[in-house]
């Protein structure tokens, strides 16, 4: 089983409407939540980080998380035609702060927004 | 502030031979991180240096090594090249203080291997 999972896309919505990005890890002990937004041919843009339960908001992005479901989401909101490109989970699998960083990445949802 | 610098952007290798890759953080970051990202395994952790020091690896041989300097600057070493080692190869910095997201990740624009 894979550690961190996102299903591959693509989702395709139409401009404006809100885009719905899921994601679930397997350990429990992880404690920092990102996502990232990656568009061909470039490195990957950190769009959001959450570290506790609940809903943190940031312009058109809100992440959603559920430390007992194991699931972390992304909603994009307002959808731009800009916004087409590849979403990456990612979850800091070290145990406490003190560990460090050990970055653990989904796959990927490629998200496609039709003008 | 400046981003996350990677030298070389490209670099065409051939089988046997080794590499390395220079990285400088963003500045007042302290922990570095480098990733390789291909499409077939996606973006998977190398290891992670903070103070000089190796503090988490991941699950890759032991051709893969890096080092980290005092001015925060991380370079990763590849030896013995294969096939499979083509990939993009990614760095990304993080302050590592407390507080509010302490350790965000931002990645540099990475260093696309080729090896031949």
């Known amino acids: 089983q894979k550690e961190v999972e996102q299903n591959s896309g693509p989702l395709s919505v139409p401009e404006g409407a809100i885009a719905s990005l899921n994601c679930t890890y397997s350990d429990r002990g992880s404690q920092s939540f990102f996502w990232y937004r990656q568009y061909s041919g470039k490195s990957p843009e950190l769009i959001m980080s959450?570290?506790?339960?609940g809903d943190k908001e940031d312009g058109r992005f809100t992440a959603q998380l559920n430390k007992a479901s194991q699931y972390v989401s992304l909603l994009i909101r307002d959808s731009q035609p800009s916004d087409s490109a590849t979403y990456l989970c990612a979850v800091n699998i070290s145990p406490r702060k003190a560990a460090g960083n050990k970055l653990t990445f989904g796959g990927g949802t490629r998200v496609l927004v039709k003008p | 502030k400046a981003g996350v610098t990677q030298t070389p952007r490209y670099l065409i290798k051939t089988r046997g031979q080794q590499v390395t890759l220079s990285c400088s953080p963003i500045?007042?970051?302290?922990?570095v991180s480098w990733y390789q990202q291909t499409p077939g395994q996606g973006l998977q952790f190398l290891f992670e240096y903070f103070s000089e020091t190796q503090r988490n690896k991941g699950n890759f041989p032991g051709r893969f090594s890096g080092r980290q300097f005092s001015n925060s600057r991380s370079e990763m070493n590849v030896s013995t090249l294969e096939l499979g080692d083509s990939a993009l190869y990614l760095c990304?910095?993080?302050?590592?203080?407390?507080?509010?997201?302490?350790?965000?990740?931002?990645f540099g624009p990475g260093t696309r291997l080729t090896v031949l």
């Open positions: 990304a910095s993080s302050r590592m203080v407390t507080g509010d997201s302490y350790n965000e990740q931002f």
């Open positions: 959450i570290y506790s339960n």
């Open positions: 500045s007042g970051h302290r922990s």
